[in-house]
């Protein structure tokens, strides 16, 4: 049985490909300027993971290496096509494990326990994340897990294999499809265009199916994110046997213009604009094929300055890079929490952990590169191991009898670490025991009032059942309490927190245990998850049904503060619907998320102009005392929720 692939003669009489040995465009086996490419590319999402409010869109650079994946590719493949007239393909597959796979497991290997080591938090959902790795699948996986990738208070250990992922399926499918596509398309005009439609579907289908919330599906869904592979694919199959990709005055005006169209999205596009999914990442994987095609046509100032040493350097190393530094920068900012330090976006403790993860990501690159990829790319799996261990035989003086037991000791000790952290992995966060403890804690305190409501007990009915109004006036509770309208001086801590109600999302949920127990009667109504956007609902809810009482505390924007559409005129309705007649705390956002910081100015902004509106800095508490929160840098621990409970006693005095 064979197991390479013949393609119709048409096929193997084309003209060379770009890139091919006998003619055309990039005349040698490598392609000046791509691996510069590269070093933009993963330069651009280093730096959007270190600093994102520096470089909002440099999550962009993926697309880059999309682009990048789907012209190399496909170049390989016709290179095959035009010298032997089939593909090879348990060859070409077994080429590409060794040059993906090797880095991963050394990934995996040294990542988990170390990471179980520093934090157990890191290694949350673990077993779904190795899974993925093995099997390319992250990004579905992901997807079914509901997952969000710009989420910056629950990231994964492996988050980066979701990219990955779609370009591993698009190795397994692509050959295939491009024989068959060989095959039943005889006219090598109608190729490229065939995929340039499965490109513009791509991209249709993540623009129409983004709903303006979450961006997971339609940013992880192989089927909305990959036309940056078919239009390298694209490119390839309408330029082959070119002797120039980018011909006449567009070779010296296009990669310039691409360049710089490239670097403003890098700066300006940022992952909560619905702009992103509806043309944005489209628009950057167009401009990162320009790029491509530059470099393609071998000459000229931009794939000479691709070509410069230092961008050589990190672009052969990009993949380890990119597999490196997310597990690296969790590691750190885990050490720097664990130690007390605040990692705040812009000073100079940020600014110092930025360094330490460069240097470590780039050591552990090259040293993953020079003594792993590399030589498993070379002599295969067994063969690196033999090298290895022929080397260190060499240098040694009777070191053969223990190197190749050494070699198998250490892959043992590695794989049973590994193991031991993957089996010991915690099934949630620290901080979502928290909020998990908070949502119980609520439920108990709803039980305990209707329990009171219905034996007719003080305190804790609704207000027909103690005998108040119903038209969100007057609160039946703070009525029997202190028989007063709202707003009458009573103090809010008062009568067991019979004048309070509270809305907000996980933060105020984890905070609910300490509240509960200091205040026993009031109203707290959080959930995670939860936006600015509905809170306008839960007031009028509450106000209709005459629950709503003297005192309100808010505490939302945990999930991305005003950065979406509608938070702030939310935020904005709420006040209003709350009425001047109540007396309301904000509460402001605690995290590492770069658009905190705008978000407790915005807060500010509302508050500003209303005397009964008062806001409580829980950010510059926490900014003060890191260890009151949890890993995540957001949630607070058992001591946070204390403290959170004390600065809002500290806000109700302000209004007495």
Same mark, same amino acid.
């Given at each position: 049985?064979?197991?390479?692939?013949?393609?119709?003669? @048409?096929?193997?009489?084309?003209?060379?490909?770009?890139?091919?040995?006998?003619?055309? &465009?990039?005349?040698?086996?490598?392609?000046?300027?791509?691996?510069?490419?590269?070093?933009?590319?993963?330069?651009?999402?280093?730096?959007? !993971?270190?600093?994102?409010?520096?470089?909002?869109?440099?999550?962009?650079?993926?697309?880059?290496?999309?682009?990048?994946?789907?012209?190399?590719?496909?170049?390989?493949?016709?290179?095959?096509?035009?010298?032997?007239?089939?593909?090879?393909?348990?060859?070409?597959?077994?080429?590409?494990?060794?040059?993906?796979?090797?880095?991963?497991?050394?990934?995996?290997?040294?990542?988990?326990?170390?990471?179980?080591?520093?934090?157990?938090?890191?290694?949350?959902?673990?077993? +779904?994340?190795?899974?993925?790795?093995?099997?390319?699948?992250?990004?579905?996986?992901?997807?079914?897990?509901?997952?969000?990738?710009?989420?910056?208070?629950?990231?994964?250990?492996?988050?980066?294999?979701?990219?990955? @992922?779609?370009?591993?399926?698009?190795?397994?499918?692509?050959?295939?499809?491009?024989?068959?596509?060989?095959?039943?398309?005889?006219?090598? +005009?109608?190729?490229?265009?065939? $995929?340039?439609?499965?490109?513009?579907?791509?991209?249709?289908?993540?623009?129409?199916?983004?709903?303006?919330?979450? #961006?997971?599906?339609?940013?992880?869904?192989?089927?909305?994110?990959?036309?940056?592979?078919?239009?390298?694919?694209?490119?390839?199959?309408?330029?082959?046997?070119?002797?120039?990709?980018?011909?006449?005055?567009?070779?010296?005006?296009?990669? &310039?213009?691409?360049?710089?169209?490239?670097?403003?999205?890098?700066?300006?596009?940022?992952?909560?604009?619905?702009?992103?999914?509806?043309?944005?990442?489209?628009?950057?994987?167009?401009?990162?094929?320009?790029?491509?095609?530059?470099?393609?046509?071998?000459?000229?100032?931009?794939?000479?300055?691709?070509? +410069?040493?230092?961008?050589?350097?990190?672009?052969?190393?990009?993949?380890?890079?990119?597999?490196?530094?997310? #597990?690296?920068?969790?590691?750190?900012?885990?050490?720097?929490?664990?130690?007390?330090?605040?990692?705040?976006?812009?000073?100079?403790?940020?600014?110092? @952990?930025?360094?330490?993860?460069?240097?470590?990501?780039?050591?552990?690159?090259?040293?993953?590169?020079?003594?792993?990829?590399?030589?498993?790319?070379?002599?295969?799996?067994?063969?690196?191991?033999?090298?290895?261990?022929?080397?260190?035989?060499?240098?040694?003086?009777?070191?053969?009898?223990?190197?190749?037991?050494?070699?198998?000791?250490?892959?043992?000790?590695?794989?049973?670490?590994?193991?031991?952290?993957?089996?010991?992995?915690?099934?949630?966060?620290?901080?979502?025991?928290?909020?998990?403890?908070?949502?119980?804690?609520?439920?108990?305190?709803?039980?305990?009032?209707?329990?009171?409501?219905?034996?007719?007990?003080?305190?804790?009915?609704?207000?027909?059942?103690?005998?108040?109004?119903?038209?969100?006036?007057?609160?039946?509770?703070?009525?029997? @309490?202190?028989?007063?309208?709202?707003?009458?001086?009573?103090? #809010?801590?008062?009568?067991?927190?019979?004048?309070?109600?509270?809305?907000?999302?996980?933060?105020?949920?984890?905070?609910? &245990?300490?509240?509960?127990?200091?205040?026993?009667?009031?109203?707290?109504?959080?959930?995670?998850?939860?936006?600015?956007?509905?809170?306008?609902?839960?007031?009028?809810?509450?106000?209709?049904?005459?629950?709503?009482?003297?005192?309100?505390?808010?505490?939302?924007?945990?999930?991305?503060?005003?950065?979406?559409?509608?938070?702030?005129?939310?935020?904005?309705?709420?006040?209003?619907?709350?009425?001047?007649?109540?007396?309301?705390?904000?509460?402001?956002?605690?995290?590492?998320?770069?658009?905190?910081?705008?978000?407790?100015? +915005?807060?500010?902004?509302?508050?500003?102009?209303?005397?009964?509106?008062?806001? $409580?800095?829980?950010?510059?508490?926490?900014?003060? !005392?890191?260890?009151?929160?949890?890993?995540?840098?957001?949630? #607070?621990?058992?001591?946070?929720?204390?403290?959170?409970?004390?600065?809002?006693?500290?806000?109700?005095?302000?209004?007495?």
């Amino acid at each position: 049985m064979s197991y390479s692939t013949p393609v119709p003669e @048409a096929a193997a009489q084309r003209p060379p490909v770009p890139g091919a040995p006998a003619a055309g &465009p990039g005349s040698g086996p490598r392609i000046r300027g791509l691996d510069g490419l590269r070093a933009l590319a993963v330069t651009a999402v280093v730096a959007f !993971h270190l600093e994102p409010w520096l470089v909002p869109g440099g999550f962009l650079g993926v697309d880059v290496f999309f682009v990048v994946s789907g012209f190399l590719i496909t170049t390989l493949l016709l290179r095959e096509i035009s010298r032997t007239d089939w593909v090879d393909l348990p060859r070409f597959w077994v080429r590409r494990a060794r040059r993906l796979v090797p880095a991963l497991l050394l990934v995996l290997l040294v990542s988990i326990p170390v990471a179980r080591l520093v934090e157990t938090d890191l290694t949350v959902g673990i077993g +779904r994340q190795v899974l993925g790795a093995l099997t390319f699948g992250t990004n579905w996986l992901e997807i079914a897990a509901g997952t969000d990738y710009f989420d910056e208070t629950a990231p994964e250990l492996l988050r980066p294999l979701w990219s990955l @992922a779609i370009e591993e399926q698009f190795y397994l499918c692509w050959p295939v499809v491009l024989v068959a596509l060989l095959l039943v398309v005889p006219s090598g +005009r109608a190729r490229p265009w065939i $995929m340039l439609a499965v490109a513009v579907a791509s991209a249709a289908g993540m623009a129409l199916l983004y709903d303006g919330g979450d #961006p997971t599906r339609v940013y992880y869904g192989t089927d909305t994110h990959a036309f940056g592979l078919a239009l390298g694919a694209a490119v390839t199959l309408r330029w082959t046997g070119s002797r120039s990709l980018l011909r006449g005055p567009a070779g010296h005006v296009l990669p &310039p213009l691409a360049l710089l169209g490239l670097i403003a999205l890098f700066a300006l596009l940022p992952s909560s604009s619905a702009l992103t999914y509806q043309g944005g990442i489209a628009l950057a994987s167009v401009l990162a094929l320009v790029l491509v095609l530059a470099c393609a046509s071998g000459t000229g100032w931009f794939t000479d300055a691709m070509e +410069r040493a230092p961008l050589r350097w990190i672009g052969e190393r990009s993949y380890g890079i990119y597999l490196w530094h997310w #597990p690296v920068l969790l590691v750190t900012e885990a050490a720097l929490s664990g130690a007390g330090l605040a990692r705040v976006p812009g000073s100079w403790q940020s600014w110092a @952990a930025d360094g330490v993860v460069v240097l470590v990501t780039l050591g552990v690159s090259a040293l993953s590169y020079r003594y792993v990829e590399m030589p498993v790319r070379r002599l295969g799996f067994r063969g690196a191991v033999r090298g290895l261990v022929a080397q260190v035989a060499a240098r040694v003086p009777d070191a053969r009898p223990w190197a190749d037991r050494a070699a198998v000791a250490a892959v043992v000790v590695a794989v049973a670490r590994t193991t031991t952290a993957f089996a010991t992995a915690p099934r949630v966060s620290g901080a979502q025991q928290a909020v998990e403890a908070g949502l119980a804690a609520q439920a108990r305190a709803q039980a305990a009032g209707a329990g009171d409501a219905a034996g007719g007990a003080d305190g804790g009915g609704s207000p027909a059942a103690s005998g108040g109004t119903s038209d969100g006036t007057r609160d039946g509770q703070a009525a029997r @309490a202190g028989g007063r309208e709202p707003g009458a001086g009573s103090a #809010p801590g008062a009568a067991k927190g019979a004048h309070i109600s509270a809305f907000g999302d996980s933060v105020l949920s984890a905070a609910a &245990p300490a509240l509960l127990e200091r205040w026993p009667r009031a109203d707290l109504d959080a959930e995670p998850i939860r936006q600015w956007t509905t809170a306008p609902g839960l007031v009028r809810a509450a106000k209709e049904q005459g629950d709503l009482r003297d005192v309100v505390v808010l505490n939302f924007g945990t999930n991305g503060g005003f950065q979406y559409d509608g938070n702030y005129d939310a935020a904005r309705k709420t006040l209003e619907l709350i009425g001047p007649e109540r007396r309301v705390v904000l509460i402001n956002t605690v995290g590492i998320s770069h658009w905190v910081p705008e978000a407790n100015a +915005r807060l500010a902004e509302l508050a500003e102009g209303r005397d009964n509106v008062v806001v $409580m800095d829980w950010h510059a508490v926490c900014e003060k !005392h890191p260890e009151l929160l949890h890993a995540d840098d957001t949630h #607070p621990n058992m001591e946070g929720i204390v403290v959170y409970t004390k600065e809002l006693q500290k806000a109700f005095d302000t209004f007495s």
